[in-house]
């Protein structure tokens, strides 16, 4: 608990003090103490969004460090996650990153709080998946899910609302779209998702940083990294920018359908 509450301070005590704002429209003018240098596009292009990038591991339930075909799911996923922030600041767009750090260790519930506090306009979770197959597939709540966990004051928190839980099968289903234009003849689409499906939301009825989310969440498995084929791809440096332009480009389609 303590060593929660000091990730969260730390990660908060860095952020900016136009936290509150997910639209650059909605800044307030001359705020005192920003910062932030101006994208590099020109104007019009510019999509004025506050993405939450959330390299999903180490977390409440794994590690992620397990050695898979030569690499692991944290490496990969931190990887891809410092290449699409550097791409969607490129884009135009603000990035919240949930940890500075490939081993820093962040609760899933933390995940979303962090999302949220931060003024974030949506989140994706990246990961790697262990399961029969290739490719990547895509999850959205599709329910309201009920945390579990017993010895945290938010044990049977619910969540989340019906509004998020729309906007983050939208969300899911935009992203899908991109990773299959960029990603076609490189990785198969493996399909879209409620998190009822996987193994913790078939529990709690959504994934725990779904249930606590307040804006449009997508988590993405990226690529089976226990396939040697897909594991093969993700280690290479062009593979992992491939992947992180597949995953910006379903991003802009959400904000420009
Ligand atoms: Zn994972």
Same mark, same amino acid.
């Given at each position: 608990?303590?060593?929660r *509450?000091v990730?969260?301070?730390?990660?908060?005590?860095a952020a900016?003090?136009? *936290?509150a704002a997910a639209?650059?429209?909605?800044?307030?003018?001359g705020?005192?103490?920003l910062?932030?240098?101006?994208?590099?596009v020109?104007a &019009?292009?510019?999509?004025?969004?506050?993405?939450?990038?959330d390299?999903?591991?180490?977390?409440t339930?794994?590690?992620?460090?397990?050695p898979?075909?030569?690499?692991n799911?944290?490496?990969i996923?931190?990887?891809?996650?410092?290449e699409?922030e550097?791409?969607?600041?490129?884009?135009?767009?603000?990035?919240l990153m949930t940890k500075s750090a490939?081993?820093q260790?962040?609760?899933?519930?933390d995940? *979303?709080?962090?999302c949220?506090g931060?003024?974030a306009?949506l989140a994706?979770?990246?990961h790697?998946?262990?399961t029969p197959?290739?490719?990547? *597939?895509? #999850?959205y &709540?599709?329910?309201?899910?009920?945390?579990e966990?017993?010895d945290d004051?938010?044990n049977?928190?619910?969540?989340?609302?019906?509004q998020?839980?729309a906007?983050?099968r939208t969300l899911?289903?935009a992203v899908?779209?991109?990773?299959?234009?960029v990603?076609a003849?490189?990785?198969p689409d493996r399909?879209? #998702?409620?998190?009822?499906?996987?193994?913790?939301?078939?529990?709690q009825?959504a994934l725990t940083f779904?249930?606590?989310?307040?804006i449009?969440?997508a988590?993405?498995?990226m690529?089976?990294?226990?396939?040697?084929?897909?594991?093969?791809y993700?280690k290479?440096?062009?593979?992992?920018?491939?992947?992180?332009?597949?995953i910006?480009?379903?991003?802009?389609?959400?904000?420009?359908?």
């Open positions: 608990m303590k060593y *509450a990730i969260i301070a730390g990660l908060f005590g900016p003090p136009y *936290a639209d650059w429209n909605a800044l307030p003018a705020v005192p103490g910062t932030r240098t101006a994208p590099a020109s &019009p292009e510019r999509v004025r969004t506050l993405v939450c990038v390299a999903g591991h180490p977390n339930f794994s590690a992620g460090t397990s898979v075909n030569g690499t799911e944290t490496h996923n931190w990887l891809v996650a410092l699409l550097r791409l969607l600041k490129e884009k135009g767009f603000e990035v490939e081993l260790y962040v609760e899933n519930k995940r *979303a709080l962090l949220n931060g003024g306009a994706v979770h990246l790697c998946e262990s197959g290739s490719g990547f *597939a895509l #999850y &709540p599709d329910r309201q899910g009920t945390f966990y017993n004051p938010d049977g928190f619910k969540g989340p609302s019906p998020v839980r906007d983050s899911a289903a899908q779209k991109g990773m299959k234009a990603l003849g490189i990785l399909g879209l #998702y409620g998190d009822s499906r996987t193994a913790v939301g078939s529990s009825g779904s249930i606590f989310s307040k449009p969440t988590t993405i498995e690529a089976v990294l226990t396939n040697k084929n897909d594991a093969a993700m290479t440096e062009a593979g992992q920018r491939k992947m992180a332009q597949a910006a480009a379903g991003i802009l389609n959400y904000k420009n359908p």
